[in-house]
């Protein structure tokens, strides 16, 4: 296969981002951002044009998952936001949850949605009006929550490595899936988890991403794909970096190819856009980049963003700009056109 080919220089949002989607169109990029705001740019051409933030959120906006008619966000204070294509306010829920709202994931016809948060909970939504329809409580921090594609059955993965299905909208529970190398306690505190779940097209393989944990101080970690049939619980494949600093998995997006993107962040300098057929001990194709938050991919797979690290990034407080300060951080936007 040709290798990707980057479409110009990257976008440079004025702040970290945590998660990157296309719309279902595949026309406009949306970025959760670390202030509080969802960038977003207008993609139909080869260079991207900015188009309004969406404002609404107190905290870091953490989930980000389009609809087909409303994109949903949620943030570090537990907020539950949705917004219609053009970008306007449709509803918000103030405590989704006590705590950080990780993530959201919304169903293939755009009924219903699922968050996951800090406080142990997987909750279901009406997306249409935001009311909460059930709840259950696994009593874990649930890290990240994906629907399979016929919207019957939710996963939630957590800080522990493992992920448990739940019948929709009942909550009723189903299989777990176990992935306990994912976790480790280290010097007093809980490193690792689920970072990120992904499910193939038709629903049978579900792929997990995190990383082995090595310690918790200076976090050393390598980074770590599981995969599981659905029906059986039995492990198909994994695939494993090569070092402790090359870090977490951080998402993951299943190509319309057939092969898996995924993207890691570790100590500077380690991270990785990769592209990996299920099954295969290595990418056949990986590209280093800075730590990379957050990938997507268009429906048809054509175009492909990732969220980085800005070079000579001043995250650890070691060095101050000429005026004093600390230089804040961004997340360029790197953009590909992918092989047909």
């Keep these: 296969m040709p290798p990707p ?21 595949g026309r406009v990029l949306a970025a959760a ?27 870091w906006v953490g989930g980000l998952a389009f609809g087909p008619a409303a994109l949903f966000t949620t943030d570090s204070w537990g907020r539950l936001t949705a917004h219609d294509p053009d970008g306007k306010h ?15 994931a919304v169903t293939a016809d755009g009924a219903r949605l699922a968050t996951g948060g800090r406080d142990g ?17 696994p009593a874990a921090d649930i890290l990240g929550v994906a629907f399979t594609p016929d919207g019957k059955t939710v996963l939630a993965g957590d800080l522990f490595g493992v992920v448990r299905e739940f019948e929709v909208p009942t909550g009723k529970p ?4 176990e992935a306990r190398e994912l976790h480790k306690v280290d010097r007093v505190q809980d ?35 599981i995969a599981f049939d659905r029906a059986t619980g039995r492990r198909l494949w994994q695939w494993k970096g090569g070092a402790p600093a090359e870090g977490y ?19 500077p300098g380690q991270g990785k856009v990769l592209f990996l057929r299920p099954g295969e001990a290595q990418p056949f194709f ?39 300060d600390y230089p804040q951080n961004h997340s360029p936007v790197q953009l590909w056109r992918l092989p047909g």
Aim: one cysteine or more; glycine letters at 14%.
């Design 5 to 25: 080919v980057e479409l110009g220089r990257p976008l440079v949002p004025p702040c970290q981002l945590t998660r990157l989607r296309f719309r279902p169109d």
């Design 33 to 59: 951002g670390c202030d509080g705001k969802v960038r977003r740019w207008d993609t139909s051409a080869d260079a991207p044009a900015d188009l309004p933030p969406l404002d609404g959120h107190n905290g």
């Design 90 to 104: 449709l509803w918000t829920v103030e405590v989704a949850h006590d705590g950080w709202a990780r993530s959201v």
């Design 121 to 137: 909970f997987v909750r279901f939504w009406d997306a249409r009006t935001g009311a909460k329809a059930a709840e259950v409580n």
């Design 174 to 177: 189903g299989r777990s899936f």
């Design 191 to 225: 490193v690792g988890g689920v970072r990120c779940l992904l499910l193939s097209p038709d629903g049978a393989t579900l792929v997990v991403g995190g990383a082995e944990p090595k310690s918790g101080g200076f976090v050393e970690c390598t980074p770590l794909l």
């Design 249 to 267: 998995v951080t998402d993951l997006a299943w190509h319309p190819g057939g092969y898996v993107v995924a993207c890691t962040s570790g100590q």
């Design 286 to 324: 990986q590209v280093a980049k800075p730590n990379v938050q957050g990938v997507a991919l268009t429906a048809d797979g054509a175009k492909l963003a990732a969220a980085l690290t800005n070079a000579n990034s001043s995250g650890n407080g070691r060095v101050r700009g000429a005026g004093g």
